[in-house]
């Protein structure tokens, strides 16, 4: 599956339009080359359009210069994504890579064919004095089928290729003196089944807890394509989702009553997750600069890369198996029903206070005690306080901000200790014979008591006053 990034802007234009002139604008000195396409496009959705409501489109196209499957999704600003697979020997079978990108929108609802456009397409290259491609100007004629209905329309699609936003901008202006539009719909799929396309209404509340709940969720649909593609961010942000989620229905439970086995299915994910996530950090901190530091240590990384190497292999197969299973969307079912909820209890924020002194206490235990396992039971519910601290974050204003910083340092700190009390299991593990293994631990070790010393700097600073009083 090929993947870019593309920039366009669409414009209506009426039956006589002619493209101006459009040298000397943007540095643009040439349009010749003009090539004339025949595109025929059928797109598929679900039979309530989920994909196009949630801005997404998937077509198999013929014809021009990227025939094959296309899937759009948003991108970064007005940009949009391009997920590409070329042409299989069904037509209306649409490749198991796309349908897996949007998994999380359209569930258990198959796809089918929902309207066919035809497009005669005149493509005018703008160059500049290098020759160099700035944008594309498509001037498309389009005839588009939808349940046994014929729309007809012209329109104009410019395209960045080498160029940047002032290309567009410049051209724009010069188009609608010609008497273009902005065009009146995202796509020509939308245009052709019109109101249908509409995204529902969202469900929205002024509750802080509610709020951060249907957050997570978002979160979570959000990150699912990039999972499935193996981005190691994507997996880390979906991670953190179900885990904020997690926490906030532990936190909240008199608000969701009926969730409280859903904690044991986001821990299942989130377990799936960390199988991958956690390999992935673990190589990268244990390996950072080791092959430079001598012979002595390639044997070393070697061992601990392949190691590790097979604990992500792993973990990404059972997720990528995971993500396709009905346990999964059984899941996503369901949180899309807690984030639909609309009660919450009284004095929510009391419960937020309420975790963050545990918190304090089961630290202030750890630390009398000096037990490596007490401080990771410390910073586990740190992590809790600190996402019950971010359902109200903008209820406490400029301090409310600065309590979650401060609670992030702290949990970071903690953090960086248990990863060296890991990684000291993990050496030990792997060679318990072996003298250069035996250096590698020692580094852990003074790790984890540079980090110990750092502890109560950050603890200090999450316990002022001035960054609690405002929990009540």
Do not use: C
Not at 218 to 241: C, L, N, S, W
């Amino acid at each position: 599956m090929e993947i870019a990034s593309e920039t366009e802007r669409k414009y209506d234009v009426p039956a006589e339009f002619e493209l101006p002139d459009l040298t000397g604008k943007a540095g643009i000195t040439s349009t010749t080359g003009a090539e004339t396409h025949d595109l025929d496009a059928t797109y598929f959705d679900t039979d309530d359009l989920a994909l196009m409501k949630n801005r997404r489109t998937l077509r198999r196209r013929t014809g021009g210069g990227d025939a094959g499957w296309h899937l759009k999704t948003p991108g970064e600003g007005t940009s949009r994504t391009e997920h590409r697979v070329p042409l299989n020997g069904n037509p209306d079978t649409v490749p198991a890579e796309l349908i897996g990108q949007v998994r999380a929108i359209i569930r258990r609802q198959p796809v089918k064919p929902v309207a066919r456009l035809r497009t005669h397409r005149v493509e005018t290259p703008l160059r500049d004095a290098d020759g160099r491609t700035l944008a594309l100007v498509a001037q498309d004629q389009v005839i588009a089928l939808t349940d046994g209905h014929e729309q007809r329309w012209q329109e104009v699609e410019v395209e960045l290729v080498d160029g940047g936003p002032r290309v567009l901008k410049a051209v724009e202006k010069v188009l609608l003196k010609a008497g273009a539009s902005p065009a009146s719909g995202p796509s020509k799929v939308s245009r052709a089944v019109g109101d249908r396309a509409k995204p529902e209404p969202q469900i929205t509340s002024k509750d802080p807890v509610l709020r951060y709940v249907r957050e997570q969720r978002d979160a979570i649909e959000a990150y699912d394509p990039g999972v499935r593609q193996g981005d190691p961010e994507a997996v880390h942000k979906m991670r953190v989702g179900t885990r904020r989620l997690r926490s906030t229905l532990k936190t909240f439970k008199r608000t969701f009553p009926e969730a409280a086995d859903l904690g044991d299915e986001l821990k299942w994910l989130a377990d799936l997750l960390g199988q991958v996530r956690d390999g992935q950090v673990q190589e990268g901190k244990l390996l950072a600069g080791l092959d430079e530091q001598g012979e002595q240590f390639r044997p070393v990384a070697a061992r601990i890369r392949e190691h590790l190497d097979r604990q992500v292999a792993e973990g990404r197969a059972a997720l990528d198996e995971a993500l396709e299973g009905e346990r999964y969307l059984t899941l996503l079912d369901r949180i899309d029903q807690l984030a639909a909820q609309q009660t919450v209890e009284k004095d929510s924020i009391a419960r937020t206070r309420k975790s963050l002194a545990k918190a304090d206490g089961l630290l202030d235990e750890a630390l009398a005690h000096g037990e490596d396992h007490e401080l990771h039971d410390a910073r586990k519910a740190y992590k809790r306080a600190r996402y019950a601290v971010e359902v109200f974050e903008a209820e406490g204003g400029k301090p409310g901000k600065q309590l979650v910083k401060s609670l992030t340092d702290l949990q970071d700190v903690l953090g960086a200790h248990q990863d060296s009390v890991v990684a000291r299991e993990l050496l030990h593990e792997l060679g318990q014979d072996s003298f250069w293994f035996g250096v590698l631990w020692a580094r852990q070790e003074q790790v984890g008591k540079d980090t110990y010393r750092e502890l109560p700097v950050v603890v200090e600073e999450s316990r002022r006053k001035r960054l609690r009083s405002w929990l009540g």
